[in-house]
């Protein structure tokens, strides 16, 4: 693997969960300009290393498992990061009762920048118990920044980063009381994430249906990017109960 995804890899080994990134999708360009990444220095490596999405001018919603250690964080906005591209800076705030275990990992964080967001309009957050009840061909609008489907290589499968923002379309697969597991399976036609897309949105609904309301954040999958994005629900009350401190939950 490259010296990049070993760096990430061994990132998320370090926090324990696994981390996703976009496959079987497109390039984003300005389709979801709400859509960003967290910008970090690794090994004098700096890159996108999880998505997010604006959910106020002020306010940037992404996941726990995120958390490098460092309260002040950079985000940026740009469809494809560069060197050049404007970070944002803010302040890191994770979910006191963040964990490790399935009944509800708490695995939601927020960037308050320092500076509003201008010319973005911020994407929307569910009703309580707004998927509770779905039908089982729904489908949701997956957006991030990372790494794309794995290439077997000599010496195993290697994940290719291009740093740019994707959306692909997946088809709910089950509904858990705290996260959403949803099918990325290309042979169905879906798509997914993969390392990086972690605490990225996951829109409600797909084409001339989709809406700009989060139904989930990426907190987990496969390890091999293949087959399940599951994600944290936005419409728990756990969820609006930490986001109330930051925004307006509706």
């Given at each position: 693997?490259?010296?990049?995804?070993?760096?990430?890899?061994?990132?998320?080994?370090?926090l324990g969960v696994t981390a996703l990134a976009i496959t079987n999708g497109v390039p984003d360009g300005n389709k979801h300009p709400e859509v960003g990444a967290l910008v970090g220095t690794f090994s004098g490596q700096t890159y996108p290393y999880c998505s997010g999405t604006l959910i106020s001018p002020t306010v940037f919603l992404t996941a726990a498992h995120c958390n490098i250690g460092s309260q002040r964080v950079t985000v940026t906005f740009d469809s494809a990061y560069a060197s050049n591209s404007k970070l944002y800076a803010g302040t890191y705030y994770y979910d006191p009762l963040y964990n490790h275990t399935q009944s509800d990992p708490h695995?939601?964080?927020?960037?308050?920048?320092?500076?509003p967001i201008k010319g973005i309009a911020p994407a929307r957050l569910p009703a309580l118990g707004q998927f509770d009840s779905l039908s089982n061909d729904q489908k949701f609008t997956a957006v991030g920044y990372g790494g794309q489907y794995p290439v077997n290589q000599p010496g195993g499968p290697v994940i290719g980063y291009l740093?740019?923002?994707?959306?692909?379309?997946?088809?709910?697969?089950?509904?858990?009381?705290?996260?959403?597991?949803?099918?990325?399976?290309?042979a169905?036609?879906?798509?997914?994430t993969c390392y990086g897309d972690s605490g990225g949105p996951n829109f409600f609904g797909a084409g001339n249906s989709e809406t700009n309301i989060i139904a989930g954040t990426t907190i987990t999958g496969d390890a091999l990017c293949k087959s399940t994005n599951v994600i944290y629900r936005m419409d728990t009350q756990s969820a609006r109960s930490f986001l109330s401190n930051f925004v307006a939950v509706p």
């Open positions: 693997m490259g010296r990049k995804t070993l760096i990430v890899i061994a990132l998320l080994m370090t695995d939601i964080a927020v960037v308050v920048l320092d500076k740093d740019t923002r994707y959306y692909a379309v997946s088809t709910l697969n089950a509904i858990n009381p705290a996260w959403l597991r949803l099918s990325q399976n290309p169905t036609g879906n798509g997914g």
